[in-house]
Each structure stands twice: as structure tokens, then as C-alpha cells.
Nanobody
Framework: QVQLLQSGGGSVQEGGSLTLTCKVSRTNFLIKIIYWYRQAPGSQRELVASIRSNGVTNYTDNVKGRFHISKDNAKHTVTLQMGNLKPEDTAVYYC???????????????WGPGTQVTVAA
């Protein structure tokens, strides 16, 4: 079974930077789209950014200009670079992907386990 393997995250001071990585564990799956979500304590899960197979990206307004999402097709990896971090960015970050298994016509959706990002004021 395929998994989304997350790495990165941690704690940083306000204004600092962190990078999150999401890797698809099996190479026989095509990434159709990958999303990064986050969920702060007591809040609903929020969509942060996304990147499609054609490279088109999208960001929620409050991270535009600070976060950058990119993908490396050869490594089956999507990276979220987060800069000028603010305390309100503190949350558990999840990657979520629509993956197309080789030979299949319909994609499947998978979630990563989540990784904590903490930004201190």
C-alpha cells in the first residue's frame, strides 16, 4: 500500500523558516495533485497550498508570498517551503494527495500522518 511520508517541521522563532516534505512511497503512483493542510488546536483543518501534476499552484491568502510549494517528479516528492513564519502558522501540517495507480483510471486519495510546526513569538 502506498504511503505519504512526511518530514520536516519543528519549532522556530517568528520570522524564521521551515521546510516540509511529502514523499510518495511507491513509484508506480502518479501524483495528480498534492495539498498541504494545517490544523491548529481547536480549529478546523485549513487548506494551505496545492500543486497539480502540470505544476499549477494555489495558496490560501494568508500564506501568499511567504510559502512556496514545489515538486520533484523524479523523487516523487512535494516540498512546502515556509518563510517569514508567524505564531498563527502554528499547527499540525498534513499532506494529502490524489494519486493514480499505474494502469488504473480513477485516482485514490491519501493522507500523510501530519507534522507539527510551532512558531514562537
Amino acid at each position: 500500500q502506498v504511503q505519504l511520508l512526511q518530514s520536516g517541521g519543528g519549532s522556530v522563532q517568528e520570522g524564521g523558516s521551515l521546510t516540509l516534505t511529502c514523499k510518495v512511497s511507491r513509484t508506480n503512483f502518479l501524483i495528480k495533485i498534492i495539498y498541504w493542510y494545517r490544523q491548529a488546536p481547536g480549529s478546523q483543518r485549513e487548506l494551505v497550498a496545492s500543486i497539480r501534476s502540470n505544476g499549477v499552484t494555489n495558496y490560501t491568502d494568508n500564506v501568499k508570498g511567504r510559502f512556496h510549494i514545489s515538486k520533484d517528479n523524479a523523487k516523487h516528492t512535494v516540498t512546502l517551503q515556509m518563510g517569514n513564519l508567524k505564531p498563527e502558522d502554528t499547527a499540525v501540517y498534513y499532506c494529502n494527495a490524489d494519486l493514480l495507480r499505474a494502469g488504473e483510471l480513477r485516482s485514490e486519495n491519501f493522507w500523510g500522518p501530519g507534522t507539527q510546526v510551532t512558531v514562537a513569538a
